[in-house]
């Protein structure tokens, strides 16, 4: 199943994204009051999140606020990274 809202983020990303943060699901559940049941249903999928827009609106808004960047699907793939630390 593919989405063509670039707001929409996969399991692949959530899971890709906990990763590179080295937070488990119980923090990012505790982090964004998003219940771990749904986080790990919405983790286990292969395609977009099977979540509300508001739930997944929080996680990923938790996930960027730490320095995640979310990769559209342009041809090469959706992905996560991080954010380069800005010069000061």
């Known amino acids: 199943m593919q989405s063509n809202d670039p707001k929409t983020i996969t399991g692949a990303q ?7 943060l080295r937070w488990s699901a119980d923090e990012l559940a505790e982090k964004t009051r998003v219940g771990i049941a749904t986080l790990r249903r919405a ?3 292969d395609g977009p999140v099977g979540m509300t827009v508001a739930n997944q609106s929080i996680v990923r ?4 606020a730490a320095g995640v960047e979310f990769i559209p699907e342009n ?6 990274r991080l954010r380069k630390a800005r010069a000061e």
Do not use: C, D, F
């Open 61 to 64: 808004a938790a996930l960027e």
């Open 75 to 80: 041809g090469g793939g959706a992905g996560v």
């Open 14 to 20: 959530l899971r890709a994204a906990r990763a590179l």
């Open 43 to 45: 983790e286990n999928v």
